[in-house]
């Protein structure tokens, strides 16, 4: 099964992954430039919150819906960002890793 990240500006996603999901990312970019910065906080952030004493509410219980959803059909991964890089491109990659 197939997982993509979609803008969605431009793409209806089967999942929400912007800031107002429990999957956002809290790392605010005020500047292009900060891209790759708020990406690479992002990438330890979302290791840290696999661990189920510090993740976030709704954080796991999301990611485990997505999993699953994603181990039966292709799914899109929707943020503002894509298709530039976005924190989405690390949950992409751990899904990618479990399936």
């Not at 996603?13 to 910065?37: I, Q, T, W, Y």
């Not at 992002?42 to 189920?52: H, M, R, T």
Request: glycine share 4%; proline share 5%; charged share 25%.
């Amino acid at each position: 099964m197939s997982i993509t990240v979609v803008n969605m500006r431009d793409h209806k996603s089967d999942f929400r992954c912007d800031r107002k999901s429990a999957l956002g990312n809290p790392f605010v970019m005020h500047k292009e430039h900060e891209r790759e910065l708020v990406c690479t906080c992002y990438d330890a952030y979302f290791q840290e919150c696999l661990n189920p004493d510090i993740a976030p509410p709704g954080f796991l219980e999301y990611l485990d819906e997505i999993l699953q959803a994603a181990k039966q059909k292709d799914i899109t991964l929707g943020c503002w960002c894509a298709p530039k890089q976005c924190h989405c491109d690390t949950i992409k990659a751990y899904l990618d890793s479990q399936i």
